[in-house]
């Protein structure tokens, strides 16, 4: 075997391991472009007094299936369950397809005359928020799939 055949061949039996990482990584997701541009959302709801009973349920009613309906899905939603926090904090994670894909979904809900029209219904005894807090975040490479 030449020389420099030899040499070609150690060279690729040494990125023999980052290929087989990359191609594991790849079949773990279902579409590695959608995978590399996917942003979760962090969203935590900070009633307002006596609220949370009612946030809660427009939340359950109207506003999930709202989301689905403009692109944002649904990952989970949690409530604390120890004080202080406690009936006053609603945490939960929407996924997009991307960040330019959250705007847009943000703006698509924001002008949905249903939306609209629950809202103003159900905050014709007061707002139901004081503070919403909003972070974007990405997948780490070492973190389990989401579905």
Known sequence: MPAVAGRLLLESLSSLPLLSAALLAASQ???PKEASTTVYELRVYHPAAGKMG??????RDHTAKLFEKHGMKNVAYWTPVDEPERGNMLVYILQHPSRDAATANWKSFQDDPEWKRVKQESEVNGKLTEKIDSTFLALTDFSPRLR
């Open 54 to 59: 009612e946030l809660l349920a427009r939340f």
């Open 29 to 31: 997701r279902d579409d």
